[in-house]
């Protein structure tokens, strides 16, 4: 189908293949660093230092660069992991989602992760991102209000994973009307804006308080949205690995790409980001490593829109 393409082989081949300046936006998470293994060589985020994977997304980004077109959006989901013991599990034998960091060195090349640390994974991608010349827009918490348990008692339950804005310049597509929310409590009655009718003069300022309702182009009451999204995760059964919920992938989309514009999903997996752009009349390109994920994409797909047979 025209609307969603499929692309299956190694993202940073598949890249190079993309029409230079066509992409309005892209949605991905990739493989996070000692998470699971996915059972295809040459697979990120098997690295032996986290070093190693934040060089290799960076390449992955600069590889993307020419194929977005000046407005386009990044929309980069990535959760963290914990460091456990030096000499732990073998990867192949993680089942499901395993935040904990395991058979990896922990030798790196300004020191040492130490049993227990937090790796930080998000925030060191964003900061080697921006290094290299990114524009880091927002940072979004995704909160889980029904996070996996965890059988921890010296620190809190893990329950939300990061989303960062990226963009390529300083200027970009970015339609925030798309997904204004509903004002809550006090904001469905009032919004308070201060006009300063004086000066500062001893310490004191004469200001007049002039009340105004805040109203969407649909004249319904609205605030521009805030960057923590509550959006519970949903069970897959058809494969072992994480997907996002459509939920999460909804606002990214209807904000960071026009109508009839292309999503991007690099790391595309069952491909809820061709799902939600289809919904939502924009077109997709899905790129995966795995022949598999691709052939669960298409059923995907083909339940929810009959689009192939």
């Given at each position: 189908m025209k609307d969603i393409?499929?692309?299956?082989?190694?993202?940073?081949?598949?890249?190079?293949?993309?029409?230079?300046?066509?992409?309005?936006?892209?949605?991905?998470?990739?493989?996070?660093?000692?998470?699971?293994?996915?059972?295809?060589?040459?697979?990120?985020?098997?690295?032996?230092?986290?070093?190693?994977?934040?060089?290799?997304?960076?390449?992955?980004?600069?590889?993307?660069?020419?194929?977005?077109?000046?407005?386009?959006?990044?929309?980069?989901?990535?959760?963290?992991?914990?460091?456990?013991?030096?000499?732990?599990?073998?990867?192949?034998?993680?089942?499901?989602?395993?935040?904990?960091?395991?058979?990896?060195?922990?030798?790196?090349?300004?020191?040492?992760?130490?049993?227990?640390?937090?790796?930080?994974?998000?925030?060191?991608?964003?900061?080697?991102?921006?290094?290299?010349?990114?524009?880091?827009?927002?940072?979004?918490?995704?909160?889980?209000?029904?996070?996996?348990?965890?059988?921890?008692?010296?620190?809190?339950?893990?329950?939300?994973?990061k989303i960062w804005l990226i963009t390529k310049s300083k200027k970009y597509y970015y339609d925030a009307d798309a997904i204004k929310e509903n004002c809550v409590g006090d904001e469905r009655k009032w919004s308070d804006t201060y006009e300063n009718t004086g000066s500062i003069l001893q310490g004191k300022t004469n200001a007049k308080i002039k009340k105004t309702r805040r109203y969407s182009k649909n004249n319904s009451l609205k605030r521009n949205k805030r960057n923590v999204w509550t959006v519970t995760t949903k069970p897959f059964k058809a494969a072992h690995f994480a997907t996002f919920p459509p939920d999460l992938i909804e606002p990214c989309i209807k904000a960071g790409c026009p109508e009839g514009g292309t999503v991007l999903d690099p790391f595309s997996g069952a491909g809820t980001t061709g799902i939600v752009a289809k919904k939502f009349n924009r077109k997709a390109i899905l790129i995966e490593l795995n022949p598999e994920y691709n052939v669960i994409a298409k059923e995907r797909i083909n339940q929810q829109f009959g689009m192939f047979v």
């Open positions: 393409k499929f692309m299956q082989g190694d993202v940073r081949d598949k890249i190079k293949e993309l029409e230079n300046h066509s992409i309005d936006c892209v949605v991905t998470s990739p493989p996070y660093w000692g998470l699971r293994d996915y059972g295809v060589k040459g697979q990120l985020g098997l690295e032996p230092t986290y070093q190693e994977h934040i060089k290799n997304i960076v390449n992955i980004f600069q590889l993307l660069k020419p194929k977005l077109k000046d407005s386009a959006t990044i929309w980069l989901n990535y959760g963290d992991c914990y460091a456990t013991a030096k000499n732990g599990r073998d990867a192949s034998n993680i089942v499901g989602d395993d935040r904990t960091f395991r058979n990896k060195p922990f030798t790196t090349i300004q020191g040492q992760l130490k049993n227990k640390d937090l790796v930080m994974m998000p925030n060191r991608i964003a900061i080697a991102l921006q290094d290299a010349g990114w524009y880091i827009r927002s940072e979004i918490i995704w909160h889980k209000p029904n996070p996996m348990p965890e059988s921890v008692r010296d620190r809190p339950t893990s329950a939300h994973e």
